[in-house]
């Protein structure tokens, strides 16, 4: 059962690590976005993402943009290239496009960007430099703001997962504004991601070392808890058991996000409405199909269960 309250901050404080968001890459932004508001989810705008310049210049074009579905806590990003914009973010973004479409990106949030930081180095995983990402927001009364985020990420190859990053949430109070968090669909949070890997040894081992968080398990699935969020590590014939009808287009897949409903039945019958089929995983939780949700299936858990489950 979850014991993250319902007004729970939306970042951590001290040496606390959140599953912050987990990401989408997609190769059309406009497809994407049906397929999620029939989810119930709401859309923020298309925004072209940029990292301000160390030199004080104009800010410098990523070559990617976001939409994103904010969560009463957490959120769901959707990641495109911009056409016409060549940078590493975009290549890399449309490498992983090769391998699948779908889930590319977890995002831990964290209070100390330096303490996290000097983790990686000491972790192993050479960090980049931080970078401090820009982009502007208009608010509820029409006002326009900029949000802001300073970004701990590795070099490409270093997470073969996906983009797996640490970061600091610089305006958290613009980013979850009350206007654009969907309500009707009944799901509140972000509750954790499961990966199907090959090793799960190696891979949680060395996910445990980049958030500071033990994993546990043995055999073929292991799991590891963070401050708020939890992360699943399966084998093949693992994924069977907790992620039912997925299928592996390669590994490692970022197979499943699991999601909190405040009322699992409020979320089937909105589901049901929307021509969204589900099946039943017991008495406390569903599963929208890959197909239904951009490439990454989804599993719907109610107050009585938590998911990505414990080893």
Same mark, same amino acid.
């Given at each position: 059962?979850?014991?993250?309250? !319902?007004?729970?901050?939306?970042?951590?404080? %001290? *040496?606390?690590?959140? @599953?912050?968001?987990? &990401?989408?890459?997609?190769? +059309?932004?406009?497809?994407?976005?049906?397929?999620?508001?029939?989810?119930?989810?709401?859309?923020?705008?298309?925004?072209?993402?940029?990292?301000?310049?160390?030199?004080?210049?104009?800010?410098?074009?990523?070559?990617?943009?976001?939409r994103c579905a904010m969560l009463q806590r957490g959120y769901l990003e959707f990641l495109a290239t911009v056409p016409g914009v060549d940078t590493p973010l975009s290549q890399q973004l449309n490498a992983a496009l090769d391998r699948y479409h779908g889930l590319h990106l977890v !995002?831990?949030?964290?209070?100390?960007?330096? %303490? *996290?930081?000097?983790? @990686?180095?000491?972790? &192993?995983?050479?960090?980049? +430099?931080?970078?401090?990402?820009?982009?502007?927001?208009?608010?509820?009364?029409?006002?326009?703001?900029?949000?802001?985020?300073?970004?701990?990420?590795?070099?490409?190859?270093?997470?073969?997962?996906?983009?797996?990053?640490?970061?600091?949430?610089?305006?958290?109070?613009?980013?979850?504004?009350?206007?654009?968090?969907?309500?009707?669909?009944?799901?509140?949070?972000?509750?954790?991601?499961?990966?199907?890997?090959?090793?799960?040894?190696?891979?949680?081992?060395?996910?445990?070392?980049?958030?500071?968080?033990?994993?546990?398990?043995?055999?073929?699935?292991?799991?590891?808890?963070?401050?708020?969020?939890?992360?699943?590590?399966?084998?093949?014939?693992?994924?069977?058991?907790?992620?039912?009808?997925?299928?592996?287009?390669?590994?490692?897949?970022?197979?499943?996000?699991?999601?909190?409903?405040?009322?699992?039945?409020?979320?089937?019958?909105?589901?049901?409405?929307?021509?969204?089929?589900?099946?039943?995983?017991?008495?406390?939780?569903?599963?929208?199909?890959?197909?239904?949700?951009?490439?990454?299936a989804i599993i719907v858990f109610d107050e009585e269960d938590v998911c990505p489950p414990a080893a």
């Amino acid at each position: 059962m979850t014991d993250v309250p !319902a007004d729970a901050p939306q970042t951590p404080s %001290g *040496a606390g690590v959140f @599953l912050d968001h987990v &990401g989408w890459f997609v190769p +059309d932004m406009d497809a994407l976005a049906t397929t999620m508001e029939r989810l119930g989810f709401i859309l923020t705008p298309f925004v072209a993402q940029h990292n301000a310049d160390p030199d004080g210049g104009p800010p410098v074009p990523a070559g990617t943009g976001n939409r994103c579905a904010m969560l009463q806590r957490g959120y769901l990003e959707f990641l495109a290239t911009v056409p016409g914009v060549d940078t590493p973010l975009s290549q890399q973004l449309n490498a992983a496009l090769d391998r699948y479409h779908g889930l590319h990106l977890v !995002a831990f949030t964290i209070d100390d960007s330096d %303490g *996290a930081h000097k983790r @990686l180095q000491d972790g &192993g995983f050479s960090p980049l +430099d931080p970078v401090h990402l820009r982009r502007p927001l208009t608010l509820g009364d029409g006002r326009e703001a900029e949000v802001a985020f300073t970004v701990l990420r590795v070099p490409p190859g270093v997470m073969p997962e996906g983009r797996v990053q640490m970061l600091r949430q610089e305006t958290p109070d613009l980013v979850w504004q009350d206007h654009i968090i969907a309500r009707e669909n009944g799901i509140v949070a972000l509750g954790g991601v499961i990966l199907c890997v090959d090793d799960v040894d190696e891979v949680s081992e060395r996910f445990s070392r980049f958030t500071g968080k033990p994993a546990i398990g043995d055999g073929g699935y292991r799991s590891l808890q963070l401050d708020r969020g939890r992360l699943g590590f399966a084998t093949s014939d693992s994924l069977k058991d907790v992620s039912p009808g997925t299928d592996i287009p390669t590994t490692p897949f970022m197979a499943t996000v699991c999601l909190q409903s405040e009322d699992l039945n409020k979320t089937r019958q909105y589901l049901d409405d929307a021509g969204v089929a589900t099946s039943t995983m017991g008495d406390h939780a569903i599963l929208i199909e890959p197909d239904d949700a951009a490439g990454a299936a989804i599993i719907v858990f109610d107050e009585e269960d938590v998911c990505p489950p414990a080893a």
